[in-house]
């Protein structure tokens, strides 16, 4: 099993940056895809940015230029720096692993609100 903790919950105004991390334990060992993904109000659950354990990255195209993802394995915690935010990123984000076998494990989500 894989645990997964987001931080970096804020209000920022557009334009703002924002750093979101997620920090796992457990059976890290087996993952093999780190990934963010948003929910917005009223909207289905999105990803966001994925990072590979050779750090290959891929984006959506709505955050491409804008955010970006990192991974530190020394403290297996996995970054998004958010900048150039606009109100429309406002949603929950969600740290998201995938693990050899089909597993697959969920942060709780941290809320970003970003004011026009």
């Known amino acids: 099993q894989v645990q997964l903790v987001e931080s970096g919950v804020g209000l920022v105004q557009s334009g703002g940056s924002l750093r979101l991390s997620c920090a796992a334990s457990?059976?890290?060992?087996?993952?093999?895809?780190m990934v963010w993904y948003r929910e917005a109000p009223g909207k289905q659950r999105e990803l966001v940015a994925t990072?590979?354990?050779?750090?290959?990255?891929n984006y959506a195209d709505s955050v491409n230029g804008r955010f970006t993802i990192s991974r530190d394995n020394a403290k297996n915690t996995v970054a998004l720096q958010m900048n150039s935010l606009k109100p429309e990123d406002t949603a929950v984000y969600y740290c998201n692993s995938r693990q050899h076998g089909g597993m697959a494990s969920w942060g709780r989500g941290t809320l970003v609100t970003v004011s026009s």
């Open positions: 457990g059976s890290i060992f087996s993952i093999y895809i």
């Open positions: 990072i590979t354990n050779s750090g290959n990255t």
